[in-house]
């Protein structure tokens, strides 16, 4: 249902485009075959999706031709919330409906393709939760559902009550928490392909100055020559390469990065070029 690559707008607000030139980077991300687009209630302090449902309406038929992600269950402290006195989560079947509802409003379509718990949340009653996706279903207003962040007890929870499509979780060679914690392998077990957030940790893989990261990058660099393709490319291609088959939500504004992130597809890494970036990050052999 979504694109191995993903478009994510998080920073969308940051980019300080007119609604002209955000509906013209929306045609080149579908263009290059990026059709899903990841947002969340929240983004921008509850302003992107505003943003994004702007450019839509420049021209609506484009809605077709996409799958629209979004995310609910943080509360932000915000003029638009005067009761939020501290940031908290709120998975609550009331507040789940009605920041849909927003969700929609803001980005001016009838349906969501998928909507996802944004962190897990120690208050939530998981009975309450699938009640309110049940109703979200009913209504044609979200037509999939997962979660995000969460631990493999916690997905597993949410699950038995309701099936969801998928954990979005951050992974990149600098933080591979989820290739070891379960995270991945229960992905795989229930063939629900996980999307992973920050495939290039927010640009700290080519910023970074620590150990680590200078390895990272002088093994991603050799594989480039090798391969023939850029740097990112190979960031990009070392997570498809997992056997869970994840989506990856690439967060450039820029298209040469979102090319680059595509071209990943079309190249396949074998095990040692696989293992050559992850000992780089470890700094030591697999035993
Ligand atoms: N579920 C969650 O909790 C969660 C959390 C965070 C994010 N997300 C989702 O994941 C998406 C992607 O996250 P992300 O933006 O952190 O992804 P990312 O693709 O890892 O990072 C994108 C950032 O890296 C910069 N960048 C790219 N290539 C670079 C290079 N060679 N050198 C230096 N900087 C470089 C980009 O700047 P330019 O734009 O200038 O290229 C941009 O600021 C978000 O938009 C959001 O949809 C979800």
């Known amino acids: 249902m979504l694109s191995p690559i993903v478009a994510g707008v998080w920073r969308m607000a940051a980019w300080q485009w007119t609604p002209a030139e955000r509906l013209r980077w929306i045609e080149q991300c579908l263009e290059l075959g990026i059709t899903s687009f990841d947002h969340a209630d929240i983004y921008g302090n509850y302003t992107v999706e505003t943003l994004f449902g702007e450019a839509l309406a420049l021209a609506p038929e484009r809605r077709q031709q ?8 943080i509360q932000l ?39 996802l718990l944004h962190r897990p949340d120690p208050l939530m009653d998981a009975d309450e939760v699938a009640g309110a996706f049940e109703k979200l279903a009913d209504d044609g207003k979200v037509l999939a559902f997962g979660a995000s962040n969460f631990t493999p007890a916690q997905f597993e929870l949410l699950h038995a009550r309701y099936p969801l499509v998928t954990n979005q979780v951050e992974c990149h060679p600098l933080h591979r928490a989820p290739i070891t914690d379960g995270t991945f392998d229960q992905a795989q077990r229930l063939r629900a392909r996980p999307m992973i ?69 079309r ?21």
């Open 66 to 73: 996409m799958q629209l992600v979004s995310k609910c269950g």
């Open 77 to 115: 402290v915000s003029p638009q919330h005067p009761g939020t006195r501290i940031k908290h989560y709120d998975s609550s079947a009331r507040h789940i409906v009605r920041s849909v509802e927003q969700s929609l409003r803001a980005l001016r379509t009838d349906r969501l393709d998928l909507l």
């Open 197 to 265: 957030w920050s495939p290039l940790g927010g640009g700290a893989l080519f910023t970074s100055e620590g150990h680590d990261a200078q390895r990272v990058q002088q093994a991603m660099a050799i594989l480039a020559a090798r391969h023939e393709v850029t740097s990112t490319t190979i960031a990009f291609a070392w997570l498809l390469r997992l056997p869970s088959h994840p989506h990856l939500i690439a967060g450039s504004r820029r298209l040469s990065v979102l090319e680059e992130a595509v071209a990943a597809t």
């Open 267 to 287: 190249i396949r890494l074998d095990a040692q070029d696989w293992t050559e970036i992850l000992v780089a990050a470890t700094g030591v052999n697999v035993l």
